[in-house]
């Protein structure tokens, strides 16, 4: 067990839909990252947030959008959502100094688009 | 750019047989960081060894060891005397210094199967 924790583990929602997957990250860790595994593309980093504000950005796409509250857990928005959406996205966090930390990841929330 | 390549995508062994996995990269930092990655059939990723780029020493833990060799930029982990518990997928990955975050750029993982 990691100490990150996600949730739902599986959502099931429609083409168009919008959803919410919620992560808490490791106690102490500052940093959380989000990232998308699917067949065609892999693992892809999408986001990542340090203390609330928003450090990087990777291929995510315009309709998904974070956030990291003051409590340190974070949300990943995904909306007007398509079949290729569909896929497993993981959240990992880190102390959170610069390059010198290891990225725990979470269970993992498998999206399946209809 | 950063880039992580794992030839293998599927390995097949017999029990108790030793394999390695090999990891490639590209970058054009000089400091950087490598990791291997395990994600067994239940989903998860389990993080396995963290090398920075100035750290040549290869590194052993029970079965497992890393051979990391910046002439070749490669980052190989053999698994000796396999199990069949060590069936998973596996990812090499790498952050470069370069970035204003801590990203990882994954490889495409290689999918290692331990037959009893």
């Known amino acids: 067990d990691s100490g990150v924790t996600q949730t739902p583990k599986h959502l099931i929602t429609a083409t168009g839909q919008r959803v919410t997957l919620r992560c808490s990250p490791r106690s102490g860790d500052l940093s959380v990252y989000w990232y998308q595994q699917s067949l065609d593309q892999g693992l892809q980093f999408l986001i990542q947030?340090?203390?609330?504000?928003?450090?990087a950005k990777g291929n995510i796409l315009e309709r998904f959008s974070a956030q990291q509250f003051p409590d340190l857990h974070s949300e990943l928005n995904l909306s007007s959502l398509e079949l290729g959406d569909s896929a497993l996205y993981f959240c990992?966090?880190?102390?959170?100094?610069?390059?010198?930390?290891?990225?725990?990841f979470g269970p993992g929330t498998r999206l399946t688009v209809l | 750019a950063q880039k992580v390549t794992q030839a293998q995508t599927e390995i097949s062994v017999v029990e108790k047989e030793d394999v390695t996995l090999d990891c490639v990269y590209e970058?054009?930092?000089?400091?950087?960081?490598l990791f291997w990655y395990k994600q067994p059939p239940s989903g998860e990723l389990v993080f396995l060894i963290r090398?920075?780029?100035?750290?040549?020493q290869n590194e052993i833990s029970g079965r497992y060891s890393w051979n990391f060799q910046k002439s070749t930029s490669s980052f190989n982990f053999t698994i000796t005397a396999s199990q069949v518990v060590d069936s998973a997928v596996y990812f090499c990955?790498?952050?470069?210094?370069?970035?204003?975050?801590?990203?990882?750029?994954f490889g495409g993982g290689t999918r290692l199967m331990v037959k009893p």
């Open positions: 990955a790498l952050s470069e210094a370069l970035n204003a975050g801590n990203m990882l750029t």
């Open positions: 970058t054009r930092d000089t400091t950087y960081y």
């Open positions: 090398r920075n780029s100035f750290d040549e």
């Open positions: 990992a966090s880190s102390v959170g100094i610069p390059h010198t930390d290891t990225q725990y």
């Open positions: 947030y340090y203390n609330g504000e928003e450090r």
